[in-house]
């Protein structure tokens, strides 16, 4: 199939790459022209496990294009896919702008029947509107095109995104123009050969099913950060309580592990979004406002805790921090629970070394450059120099690497021998018997 994918971001550039893998002839569109140049010339420029060498491979084998150039590239696709960002707007509703100029350029190029996927997550009723758009503008050149907009809400996970879309637990498809569906279980066959994980629904219940789905786990993060509240308060292990509970069947071990709150793109923009569409339909969202409350205090945690062991006074301490992407796998820093951490420190007249595996060029975009300038804020390349000096660690990613340090090397650098562990990564027996003061998260 010709395909067009239009957003060439964390999704739109797995998406692109995985179809072109299965045959396909994918052009991926953005109007970022830096991004396109990087990617022309074989450069990824995100951190994504195993993207790298399939996007060389296919650009190679001539089956994956980049471009800037939206209008030249719309006519004669088979399929386009929007995959362009919903960023949350300041009242915490979606901005849907960039996905309806994109539907404006689709309607101004379209030239036959053409089947348009939207893979960007959006509020109920948004792939009506896209084809009201589309419409307008085929009716504005005076011609009659068919086309169908189709909800396709992506699932895959940062750091282990191609795995997530060559493997999917599901595809959703919301349509009911047959033709349509048709035409996107012929793209998603190699993908569902051995089990058919196609879901076929309406294009409102696609739409509110990625929201669901975001909230439903967001919804489990907040709950075992409240349970280890209380753990904290009663002086009790939240780890023991976890596995307590996760080998219940019926609930599960994933999704329940405490830690410094969730971050990333989609999960605290998505369960507001929700919140917003609950409130419009005239539902009450109870529910979903705890979890964004939970989790915007759950942010702060790793920050008490240090107030807490140094008696609301940190002035000229060194915090050394391991780990500034919202989860390992990535160096996506959007919302980011050590950005909530640095800046606090910072702001209490303290100092940050910072050492992330893949991350440290995004992390340092986040911060006032002032900080960086006069040494508040310190990167460093080695997790074990970054800790020089310092007052204490505070373990805010469980990047593979941070599992099992090296405990004697670690003392012989710091000054205090402090471990604050955000996702409770190590052992506190081992830890506290080679002479740290250990504090978790609810343990
Ligand atoms: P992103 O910010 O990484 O990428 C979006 C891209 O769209 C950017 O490169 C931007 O320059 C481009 N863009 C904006 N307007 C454009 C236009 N008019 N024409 C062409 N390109 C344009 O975003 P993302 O993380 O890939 O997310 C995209 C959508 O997918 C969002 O709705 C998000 O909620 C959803 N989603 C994201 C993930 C994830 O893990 N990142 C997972 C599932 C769903």
Redesign the pocket.
């Known amino acids: 199939m010709n395909i067009l994918v239009?957003?060439?971001?964390?999704?739109?550039l797995v998406t692109g790459t995985c179809f072109a893998e299965m045959g396909n002839i994918v052009t991926c569109?953005?109007?970022?022209n830096k991004?396109i140049d990087s990617l022309n010339n074989g450069k990824v420029p995100i951190f994504e496990p195993g993207l790298d060498d399939m996007v060389k491979s296919n650009l190679n084998d001539k089956r994956l294009y980049f471009s800037s150039d939206?209008c030249g590239n719309i006519s004669k696709k088979d399929i386009i896919i929007i995959?362009?960002?919903?960023p949350e707007n300041k009242d915490g509703s979606p901005n849907l702008n960039?996905v309806f100029?994109?539907a404006k350029e689709i309607g101004k190029n379209i030239n036959s029947y053409t089947v348009i996927i939207n893979?960007?997550?959006v509020p109920v009723g948004t792939a009506h509107q896209v084809g009201s758009i589309i419409s307008d503008q085929i009716v504005k050149r005076g011609k009659e095109i068919d086309f169908s907009v189709v909800s396709n809400p992506?699932?895959?996970?940062?750091g282990d995104a191609i795995n997530d879309f060559m493997r999917p637990d599901r595809i959703i498809i919301g349509s009911e123009n047959q033709n349509a569906i048709q035409k996107i279980r012929y793209l998603y066959g190699p993908f569902t050969m051995n089990h058919d994980r196609l879901l076929i629904m309406g294009v409102k219940e696609a739409e509110l099913s990625k929201y669901a789905s975001n909230a439903m786990l967001a919804a489990k993060i907040s709950f075992i950060n409240e349970i280890a509240s209380i753990c904290d308060n009663l002086s009790i292990d939240i780890e023991s309580v976890r596995k307590g509970i996760g080998s219940d069947s019926r609930i599960g071990y994933s999704f329940i592990y405490p830690g410094v709150g969730y971050g990333g793109?989609?999960f605290s923009?998505d369960v507001k979004a929700l919140i917003n569409t609950s409130k419009e339909s005239g539902s009450e969202p109870l529910l979903l406002d705890a979890i964004e409350k939970r989790n915007r205090k759950q942010k702060q945690i790793m920050f008490k805790y240090v107030m807490d062991e140094f008696g609301n006074d940190i002035k000229n301490k060194i915090f050394t921090v391991w780990g500034l992407s919202f989860k390992p796998g990535t160096d996506d820093m959007r919302e980011a629970p050590s950005i909530d951490f640095i800046n606090s420190v910072i702001n209490s007249g303290a100092k940050i070394q910072a050492f992330d595996p893949v991350a440290n060029n995004e992390a340092i975009k986040c911060f006032p450059s002032d900080w960086i300038k006069d040494g508040r804020l310190i990167f460093f390349n080695d997790n074990y120099e970054a800790l020089i000096k310092s007052n204490a660690l505070v373990l805010m990613t469980e990047w593979k690497l941070f599992r099992n340090p090296i405990i004697e090397k670690i003392k012989t650098y710091m000054n205090d021998y402090i471990i604050f562990d955000g996702r409770n990564q190590f052992d506190p027996d081992y830890i506290v018997k080679n002479g740290f003061t250990y504090k978790g998260v609810g343990r």
């Open positions: 239009i957003g060439t971001g964390y999704v739109g569109i953005d109007i970022d991004k939206i995959a362009v960002g919903t960039y100029d994109v893979k960007s997550t992506e699932f895959l996970k940062e793109s989609c923009k």
